[in-house]
């Protein structure tokens, strides 16, 4: 399911998930232009059936019917001038609603969040599925993949590396500003980065998401390469769903409830986190503890990444706790 299937990531991102040999049945949801947008991917001749829901008549219970996965790219993107933080008014109710739905109709269905700001509409997630008692840790992910792919593509300009997703590059914390931390000491294949081009290659990932901002000059924020990352991401969580071994790609994830998780959050003092998670089966079968190996350099950033984040993740709590009048 891609709930939020007519915006800017969902389109694109639908037409990757229709096209690809891993998705059997798709199902579209979103409050407007469903129909146009599955009529028109209908046409094509992959092996994914498909089919649209609008609110009316049950449509969101009709779309989670049976799924195994959902990706969640509904809610507004930013305009220049905004922090992802001002998008939480709106799109924490948003999230809010989308999960109590997946709660009852889906349950066992792995959830992918795309809606800004992730920091707080993950914990957001987190709390809904917890009050319904519905929540499996592992298969609830902070989608955080474009991160991962601005750095590879990023250091490439640098290193001339033609393939540039052949470099794996951890990059942990969370999504938005100081909290995105890549570690480059960590690629691999190693990579070397002159000195004075270390700090503007680190804040050009950390806001990279700023930089589509401007350029679209109040048209939206990044959508196709989001796609193409929440494409990525969803692809490795079926694929290791269905028995692919190795599978790894970082994901903001809930520490506690995943193993290796309990380090994490010993080292951080944050229930949630992205950090290279291993896929498997059952979803997030292991956090990998690359904080620990990061240099002096990244450990600064870290720490500014632990209290950004920290304030927005109580933020979500607290939303599900005390919803505003
Ligand atoms: N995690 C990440 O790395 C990234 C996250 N984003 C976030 O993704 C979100 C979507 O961005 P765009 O696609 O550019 O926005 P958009 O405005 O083009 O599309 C959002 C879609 O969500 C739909 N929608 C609104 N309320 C809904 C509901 N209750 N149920 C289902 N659908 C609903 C809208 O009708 C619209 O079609 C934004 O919050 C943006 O900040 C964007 C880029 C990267
Ligand atoms: O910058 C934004 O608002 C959208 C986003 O999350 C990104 O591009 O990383």
Known sequence: VVAGAAGGIGQPLSLLLKASPLVDHLSL??????PGVTADLSHI???????????????LKKALTGADIVVIPAGI???PGMTRDDLFKINAGIVKGLIEAIAETAPEAFILIISNPVNSTVPIAAEVLKKAGKFNPKKLFGVTTLDVVRAETFV?????QKD??????????????????????????SVSIPADK????????????????????????????????GFRFAEKVIAAFKGETGVV????????????????????GLDFFSVPIELGKGGAEKAVNVIKDANDYEKKLLQKAYEGLKGNIEKGVEFVANPPQ
């Open 198 to 229: 270390l700090d503007a290659l680190t804040t050009r990932v950390q806001f990279g998401g700023d930089e589509v901002v401007k350029a679209k000059d109040g048209a939206g924020s990044a959508t196709l390469s989001m796609a193409y990352a």
């Open 77 to 79: 993107p930013r305009k």
């Open 164 to 189: 540039a997703a052949k470099t794996i590059i951890p990059v942990v914390g969370g999504h938005s500003g100081e909290t995105i931390v890549p570690l480059f000491s960590l690629a691999k294949p």
């Open 45 to 59: 001749s992959s092996v994914a059936t498909i089919d649209g829901f609008l609110p009316a008549d049950g449509g």
């Open 249 to 268: 790609e970082p994901s903001f994830v809930y520490l506690p409830g995943v193993e290796g998780g309990d380090e994490i959050k010993k080292a951080t």
């Open 156 to 160: 490439s300009e640098i290193t001339g």
């Open 29 to 34: 949801y979103d409050v407007v232009n469903t």
